[in-house]
């Protein structure tokens, strides 16, 4: 037998007869069957997992987009904080450089501040400077004067030396009580410029007006044997001319060469020592060198 195709199969099928149905078979079928649909809905209601598994997507959803939520708040509060952070940077960043605008103009004001100062200290020596000069242009001036002088009192010496050789008797006492008082005062002369010397750095006193308040009155500078100097009670009235004395180591340092003179008499030769001792009538052993005078030691 030739087996049939699809078409074939399909005709054969569509010309086969209908099979009748029984009556009331669809009416007995659906009375014999009994479906549980109360207990079905009974479980269904009791039972909470297939709600669950319902609504499970939507929690997990709704707990994810919460999580997302309270992430945004958090990063949104991290951002404010950092934004105020930020703002706080920059006010400091503008007071840093405000501070450092600030501290230019401090050190630029010191600098100009110890310029002032270095200037004010140059001014202050200069004008030490020229009160010196101006002491040494009086000085100066008056050179001549005690030049002249001293060539008097030289002549005058010699006068009192010939005076000695002719022997009187009162002369001679009168002499040598003008020669004890003119060592007393050159004594008071070298007492007065050790005690001005410690108080100034162990530099000597450059002149008697220097050291006016180490010495009692302007009348010791005048030796007694001067007869043509007026002897000052007043140090306003004193100047360096109206001395009898001679300073020979003025703005020296006290120290060794021990030997170095301090002042003299012209008249009687007597020598002030810078130890403050007082060696009577020795001039003639005078010596300078290298600045100094000195007295040389006799034999």
């Given at each position: 037998?030739?087996?049939?195709?699809?078409?074939?199969?399909?005709?054969?099928?569509?010309?086969?007869?209908r099979?009748?149905?029984?009556?009331?078979?669809?009416?007995?079928?659906?009375?014999?069957?009994?479906?549980?649909?109360?207990?079905?809905?009974?479980?269904?209601?009791?039972?909470?997992?297939?709600?669950?598994?319902?609504?499970?997507?939507?929690?997990?959803?709704?707990?994810?987009?919460?999580?997302?939520?309270?992430?945004?708040?958090?990063?949104?509060?991290?951002?404010?904080?950092?934004?105020?952070?930020?703002?706080?940077?920059?006010?400091?960043?503008?007071?840093?450089?405000?501070?450092?605008?600030?501290?230019?103009?401090?050190?630029?004001?010191?600098?100009?501040?110890?310029?002032?100062?270095?200037l004010?200290?140059?001014?202050?020596?200069?004008?030490?400077?020229?009160?010196?000069?101006?002491?040494?242009?009086?000085?100066?001036?008056?050179?001549?004067?005690?030049?002249?002088?001293n060539?008097?009192?030289?002549?005058q010496?010699?006068?009192?030396a010939?005076?000695?050789?002719?022997?009187?008797p009162?002369?001679?006492?009168?002499?040598?009580?003008?020669?004890?008082?003119?060592?007393?005062?050159?004594?008071?002369?070298?007492?007065?410029?050790?005690?001005?010397?410690?108080?100034?750095?162990?530099?000597?006193?450059?002149?008697?007006?220097t050291?006016?308040?180490?010495?009692?009155?302007?009348?010791?500078?005048?030796?007694?044997?001067?007869?043509?100097?007026?002897?000052?009670?007043?140090?306003s009235?004193?100047?360096?001319?109206?001395?009898?004395?001679?300073?020979?180591?003025?703005?020296?340092?006290?120290?060794?060469?021990?030997?170095?003179?301090?002042?003299?008499?012209?008249?009687h030769?007597?020598?002030?020592?810078?130890d403050?001792?007082?060696?009577?009538?020795a001039?003639?052993?005078?010596?300078q060198?290298?600045?100094?005078?000195?007295?040389?030691?006799?034999?």
């Amino acid at each position: 037998m030739k087996p049939m195709n699809d078409t074939e199969i399909e005709k054969v099928l569509r010309k086969a007869p209908r099979v009748k149905v029984p009556a009331h078979l669809r009416e007995k079928i659906e009375a014999d069957i009994v479906l549980p649909r109360a207990e079905v809905n009974r479980m269904e209601r009791n039972d909470w997992r297939p709600l669950f598994k319902r609504w499970l997507p939507a929690l997990s959803f709704g707990a994810l987009l919460l999580g997302c939520l309270v992430a945004i708040g958090v990063q949104s509060n991290v951002l404010l904080d950092l934004r105020r952070e930020n703002q706080k940077l920059r006010a400091a960043s503008q007071d840093l450089e405000q501070l450092r605008e600030e501290n230019t103009e401090y050190q630029r004001l010191q600098a100009e501040n110890r310029q002032l100062e270095q200037l004010r200290k140059d001014n202050a020596e200069l004008e030490q400077l020229r009160a010196e000069i101006a002491q040494l242009r009086v000085q100066a001036q008056e050179l001549a004067q005690l030049r002249a002088e001293n060539k008097r009192l030289v002549a005058q010496q010699k006068a009192f030396a010939a005076g000695a050789q002719e022997e009187d008797p009162f002369g001679m006492a009168k002499e040598k009580a003008n020669s004890v008082t003119c060592i007393s005062n050159l004594k008071q002369i070298g007492l007065g410029a050790r005690m001005w010397a410690n108080d100034n750095h162990d530099i000597l006193p450059r002149d008697f007006l220097t050291m006016s308040n180490e010495l009692n009155s302007p009348k010791i500078l005048v030796c007694p044997s001067d007869e043509r100097r007026n002897r000052v009670t007043e140090w306003s009235q004193f100047t360096p001319a109206k001395s009898s004395y001679e300073l020979l180591a003025p703005g020296l340092k006290e120290g060794p060469p021990w030997n170095t003179i301090m002042s003299r008499c012209p008249i009687h030769g007597h020598v002030g020592l810078i130890d403050g001792s007082v060696q009577g009538g020795a001039w003639k052993w005078a010596t300078q060198k290298d600045g100094r005078w000195l007295l040389e030691r006799r034999n």
